[in-house]
C-alpha cells in the first residue's frame, strides 16, 4: 500500500476538522462566522471539539497537531477568520455554507446547478456574506460556496468565484427566483448559471463556446 504523504494528510485533516468544528460549534449555538464576527472567545469549545475529533479520527488529528504543532496554532487563523472571510483563508480552496432547512427529498447530484458571480478578490469578503447570510436565512439555494486566497492550480480566472446553487436546473420558476434574489443583494450585472452535468464533464466556456444553461 502506498504511503501517504504527511503533508497532503494534514491539508485533508484540516478540512475535515473544520466541517467537524463547524457542525459541532453550530450545535452548541452560533455558526462560526457568528463567533469570529463578533469578537467571542471560542478556544475553549475548539479545545473541546478537537479532543472529541481525536477520538473519533485519531490519525487526522494526530496529522493536524505534527503539521501546526499545538490547538494554538490551529486556534489562532480561526480566530482571525480563516474558514470565514475568503480574503483570510489559506488552508482551504473553498469555504462552503449549506442552506440551514433540511431538504425533504434526496438531492439527484446531476439535476444541481449553480449560478456563478465572479468579483475582485478585494470585493469577496463583502459579496461572499451577502450570499453566506442570505443561504443561511433560506433565502437563495441549497447551498453555496466562495475561492479562498489559497492557490488553487484548477482555477481559469485571476478573479473570486462564488457559486450559489439549486436543487434543479430543470426546475426555471427556482433558478430564477434565487437569481431575483441575487439581484436584491446587489448582483445586478449579468451572469451565468451552469448544471452540473457539464462541469462532471470537464466542459468550461472558451472563446466562442459557452456551457452555461441560463444567463440573466
Known amino acids: ?19 467537524y468544528l463547524n457542525r459541532e460549534l453550530h450545535a452548541r ?23 472529541r475529533f481525536g477520538e473519533d479520527y485519531p490519525e487526522l488529528a494526530g496529522a493536524l497537531l505534527s503539521r501546526f504543532g499545538g490547538i494554538d496554532a490551529v486556534y489562532a487563523p480561526l480566530s482571525a477568520g480563516e474558514g470565514v472571510l475568503p480574503s483570510k483563508t489559506t488552508r482551504m480552496y473553498w469555504i462552503v455554507q449549506d442552506a440551514p432547512e433540511p431538504l425533504e427529498r434526496g438531492l439527484d447530484d446531476e439535476q444541481v446547478g449553480k449560478w456563478l458571480i465572479f468579483v475582485p478578490a478585494d470585493e ?22 466562495v475561492s479562498t486566497a489559497k492557490p488553487n492550480p484548477d482555477s481559469r480566472d485571476e478573479r473570486s468565484v462564488i457559486y450559489v446553487y439549486t436543487r434543479d436546473w430543470a426546475d426555471e420558476a427556482d433558478v430564477m427566483r434565487v437569481r431575483e434574489r441575487l439581484r436584491d443583494l446587489g448582483f445586478v450585472d449579468r451572469i451565468g448559471y451552469k448544471r452540473n452535468i457539464e462541469t462532471y464533464r470537464g466542459e468550461y466556456s472558451e472563446e466562442g463556446r ?7
Open 1 to 19: 500500500m502506498e504511503e501517504i504523504d504527511p503533508g497532503s494528510l494534514a491539508d485533508v485533516a484540516y478540512g475535515i476538522f473544520e466541517v
Open 29 to 51: 449555538g452560533p455558526y462560526l462566522f457568528e463567533l469570529v464576527e463578533q469578537g467571542v472567545d471560542f478556544e475553549a469549545d475548539v479545545r473541546d471539539i478537537f479532543g
Open 124 to 145: 469577496v469578503d463583502e459579496a461572499w456574506r451577502k450570499v453566506r447570510d442570505g443561504t443561511i436565512r433560506g433565502r437563495l439555494g441549497i447551498s453555496a460556496k
Open 210 to 216: 459557452k456551457v452555461t444553461y441560463y444567463s440573466a
